[in-house]
């Protein structure tokens, strides 16, 4: 094949490639540090809400209802799980946040995933004695050996208003 690019084309053109890597790169360095602050800065890094004798108390009282699955893929074409339902507080103390386990099986019932998450939104108020609030997680991975069941859910920690 006979080369049809002139001496200043080609040096254009490597150029031009050299700088489309060198942004590439940039990309994904870039999003590979925000996945990396977000892991480490997220809710799994915050602090724990107390879980005391009248957390535990408390915690006797609240149920999960109505539990709902779904997956979807998100824009990078990975599988993300999201868990649903509603938490029904049945006490008389009102309730600031839930800090809830998530703990997926695998078909033996031995737990291969446990997922630690707050439910209640920083903006929401406190859900009041005798009433309910819908929440939602998304959980990014689970392995392949889950038996398929909603995960068991545990409150493990509570902030009483």
């Given at each position: 094949m006979v080369d049809t690019l002139e001496p200043e084309e080609r040096g254009s053109f490597a150029v031009a490639l050299i700088a489309g890597a060198v942004i590439v790169a940039l990309i994904v360095g870039g999003v590979a540090l925000v996945a990396r602050l977000t892991r480490?800065?997220?809710?799994a890094a915050a602090q724990h809400?107390?879980?005391?004798?009248a957390e535990q108390g408390a915690a006797q009282r609240i149920h999960?209802?109505?539990?709902?699955?779904?997956?979807?893929?998100n824009f990078l074409n990975q599988e993300v799980t999201y868990i649903a339902g509603t938490i029904s507080n049945d006490g008389t103390a009102a309730i600031g946040d839930v800090e809830a386990t998530f703990?997926?099986?695998?078909p033996?019932?031995?737990v291969i995933l446990r997922e630690t998450r707050r439910l209640f939104d920083a903006?929401?108020?406190?859900?009041?004695?005798?009433?309910?609030?819908d929440f939602q997680i998304s959980i990014e991975y689970i392995p392949v050996e889950w038996n398929q069941q909603y995960p068991q859910i545990r409150v493990i920690g509570l902030q009483l208003r």
């Open positions: 480490h800065n997220g809710p809400l107390p879980f005391g004798p999960f209802l109505e539990p709902q699955m779904a997956r979807a893929s703990e997926f099986r695998d033996f019932n031995q903006n929401a108020g406190p859900l009041p004695g005798g009433r309910r609030r």
